[in-house]
């Protein structure tokens, strides 16, 4: 992993296209500006971990899954 | 072509119907292909079996199943990756968690699947509509849809 020291309003590139700017640090709390096009995704890394335990538990359907369709019929129209 | 499942034994499908990740769903980005087919009692979801891997079956939902006032927003990064020309091309499904008490059940609206209907290719995206949660309880989201229609009436 490479590591770098920056400072408030300074900058790194990554590639061509992608720039993060420091914009502000304030105890232990840093807010990253993030240029980048459009067709890359930005995302905090907690919503992938988070996607990834639920789609872990939907893998885990592994009990006899029967009946299903009654539980739709029971929805009053 | 023949596909081992667990759930289901040996079942024989088209090439054609095999959608492909091409990086997986998370969590499981090793496995690359699935097929989809409905689930057969009456309910509004379907299995999305793993093509490889017979033990591994997700349960998915169209969203618009409950809730008809869906809608997700498709950025061009995603359209360019699965080489959607146009939306009406895009299948979107909700991965399902069925707990213990399966009437708890669960869709993921913050992790999409999003698939073109005219290659087959297949993402599983991540929503930027804050109003997609990552559980939404499909039973209760349903019948509030019902009577929000009958409501309207």
Do not use: C
């Not at chain 2, 073109?116 to 209760?140: D, F, G, P, V, W």
């Amino acid at each position: 992993m490479l590591v770098l020291s920056r400072k408030k309003n300074e900058s790194i590139k990554i590639g061509d296209d992608v720039e993060i700017v420091i914009v502000d640090i304030k105890g232990d709390q840093v807010k990253l500006g993030i240029k980048a096009p459009r067709s890359i995704s930005v995302h905090r890394a907690e919503v992938y971990e988070e996607i990834q335990r639920e789609n872990r538990e939907a893998a885990k359907n592994t009990t006899k899954i029967t009946g299903l369709g009654n539980l739709f019929k029971k929805i009053k129209k | 072509m023949k596909i081992e499942t667990t759930r289901f034994g040996d079942i024989e499908i088209k090439e054609t119907e095999i959608i492909s990740f091409k990086e997986g769903v998370l969590g499981f980005e090793n496995l690359k292909e699935y097929v989809i087919f409905e689930m057969e009692d009456g309910a509004p979801l379907m299995w999305m079996q793993s093509a490889t891997e017979p033990s591994l079956a997700f349960i998915i939902i169209r969203p618009f199943e409950f809730n008809d006032k869906y809608t997700i927003d498709i950025s061009d990064g995603i359209t360019e990756a699965l080489k959607l020309e146009k939306s009406e091309d895009a299948d979107v499904f909700a991965i399902v968690v069925i707990p213990e008490d399966p009437s708890n059940m669960t869709a993921n609206l913050q992790g999409p699947i999003i698939i073109n209907n005219k290659n087959k290719m297949a993402k599983q995206i991540i929503s930027t509509n804050s109003r997609h949660k990552i559980k939404h309880y499909i039973l209760e989201e349903m019948q509030n849809n019902r009577n929000n229609e009958q409501g309207g009436k």
